[in-house]
């Protein structure tokens, strides 16, 4: 690969990886605690870049240095090496083309994670839920509270989640993806909707419900995916953060 191409390349690159980690658009695919090494990564490829281009327009003012010429003896790779050194642009379009957020596809595709119990006690305590109605939790929370808290806390309680709609065959969830590290290792945390209006809504839209939970309903054979009844759902903007952790 000719120099000029690397260093167009660390350009493209380190523009690229500083546009999202600027913009918000790294949430897509990283926690937002990476944001301080996506920028210190594509600074350093910047500088590295100019600073490359920078030594060799020095080093071709100077008329007295001659670069002997190397002799090309893979005439039959050459077509292979160029088409090869395009494809490097690959992840650099797929970064500034800023691809959404996984949605339906990836929790259908999904089997989903079980909630793992909070302890090796039959009984799990959780803390008590706050006052007010309704109460807003993450999906992650409430999930895992309907798995494994036997004290029965969201019973006869409001609670208002955030998540996107999700259709599989006859059934419609809420759903959210959690991530440990980046959208790499996202796996879903799901709802069900018992309500015929929750189907008119579209895949992938995004919408904050007031769900109420069935009791008994998160079990193993539902693998732990509790019902809720619906309240009230409205449809909102994809929020800045599309995930949860």
């Known amino acids: 690969m000719k120099r000029e191409t690397q260093n167009i390349l660390l350009v493209l690159l380190g523009g690229a990886l500083l546009k999202i980690a600027l913009n918000g658009t790294y949430l897509r695919y990283v926690k937002p605690g990476q944001q301080a090494w996506l920028i210190a990564a594509g600074g350093v490829m910047v500088i590295l870049a100019f600073v490359s281009i920078t030594r060799d327009i020095i080093a071709a003012r100077r008329p007295e240095q001659v670069v002997a010429e190397v002799p090309d003896h893979g005439h039959s790779h050459g077509g292979f090496q160029s088409h090869s050194t395009w494809l490097l642009i690959l992840p650099v379009l797929a970064v500034f083309l800023a691809p959404p ?145």
Not at 107 to 115: H, L
Not at 212 to 237: A, C, F, N
């Open 101 to 245: 957020a996984l949605g339906e596809d990836a929790v259908n595709r999904a089997a989903g994670r079980t909630p793992p119990p909070p302890s090796s006690s039959d009984e799990f305590s959780f803390p008590a839920l706050p006052a007010g109605d309704p109460i807003d939790q993450r999906v992650m929370d409430f999930v895992e509270r309907a798995a494994w808290d036997k004290s029965g806390s969201l019973n006869d309680r409001n609670v208002r989640l955030t998540g996107f709609i999700v259709h599989n065959e006859n059934s419609t969830y809420l759903a959210r993806l959690a991530i440990g590290c980046c959208a790499a290792d996202a796996y879903p945390v799901k709802v069900k909707l018992d309500n015929p209006e929750a189907k008119g809504f579209v895949s992938d839209t995004w919408v904050q419900a007031v769900v109420r939970y069935q009791p008994g309903s998160s079990t193993k054979e539902s693998r732990h995916v509790p019902t809720v009844t619906l309240t009230d759902i409205q449809s909102i903007p994809e929020p800045p953060d599309p995930y949860e952790y």
